[in-house]
């Protein structure tokens, strides 16, 4: 079994003149084409006014996985601009790599579905309901 962090960024593309990004990472076991568990999940959010870098994705990456267990780091190749898996392992200060297997897949698939979804929740000032209206 092996243990790894998820993640995945939604949003960085422009929003009302601004990037309104979310970050989100995953830790859990995997094994083989299974997720095992899922340990926690760190949220973050993030705003520019330019487009990020490949340095930035890197640094939204390493704040939200901050105090998570995991020994490697996975992110979609796409997340890190299509650069080679060792220039990008090369600007962690954690292990990285792209996913190989299914079940790594499937962690990044529940990493995004989180910062999707996050980011979402957060740009619908409607999602913002009155606790005490509705009791």
Not at 97 to 103: D, I, T
Request: charged share 20%; hydrophobic share 40%; proline share 5%.
């Amino acid at each position: 079994m092996e243990r790894i962090i998820a993640v995945d960024i939604s949003g960085r593309h422009r929003h009302n003149s601004r990037y309104l990004m979310v970050c989100a990472a995953v830790s859990l076991s995997v094994s083989g084409g299974h997720v095992k568990q899922i340990h926690g999940v760190n949220i973050k959010p993030f705003v520019s006014d330019n487009p990020p870098e490949v340095v930035d994705v890197v640094k939204m990456i390493e704040r939200t996985v901050e105090g998570m267990e995991g020994i490697t780091i996975v992110a979609e190749e796409g997340d890190l601009f299509n650069q080679p898996e060792w220039l990008s392992n090369s600007m962690f200060t954690a292990s990285f790599k792209y996913p190989e297997s299914l079940s790594e897949r499937m962690g990044i698939e529940i990493a995004h579905h989180i910062s999707l979804s996050s980011r979402n929740l957060l740009l619908d000032p409607q999602s913002w309901e009155p606790i005490k209206e509705n009791l």
